[in-house]
């Protein structure tokens, strides 16, 4: 059992904390919500004894969205910021092409995030849409996506899943061998 501190949504929903996540948690400029949105911002149980509800790696990826591909807060408050005020250690790897660039972000209690390279802009899935003579809504198909969200991924208004780039790379060489074949 450690120090924790319970916070509380004015819905009634709570989030168990350590002293450290609260601290990181200020430093961030970032707070959870609940799920109407609501910051679980008031103290409902001073300083106790008991478990965090999760881990610092799984606060900040609930911070940062739950889709697993958004890597910074809707506020614009990014892993990397988040990391730092967290304390987290980050470790850089890159083998000299930016798509093969991990960078891992070990938290204080020992777990960790790992982003995997540049991600895909907006303008480059574009691009390969229009590289493929598609229509975004034949790329929505495809991705088995509504076009809105086809939409919003070519605006920069939503994050490019790692999926979508891979399935995009798939497509080009699909396509480049259907055209020399």
Known sequence: ????????????????????????????NAWPTDMSGEECCTVSHAAHKGEPTCTDAELVSY????????????????LGQIAEAFGADTQRSDEGNTSDTLTRHVFRDGTAIVEAGDAMTPAALQRARRALGWSQSRLAEALGYQIRHVQKLEAGDSPIPKAVELAMELLAQKNALRLEG
Do not use: F, K, N
């Open 63 to 78: 911070l940062l969205g739950d889709d697993g591909q958004c890597w910074e807060t809707r506020s614009g408050i990014t």
């Open 1 to 28: 059992m450690t120090t924790i501190i319970t916070y509380q949504s004015p819905a009634g929903a709570t989030i168990d904390l350590t002293p450290e996540q609260v601290a990181g948690l200020e430093s961030a």
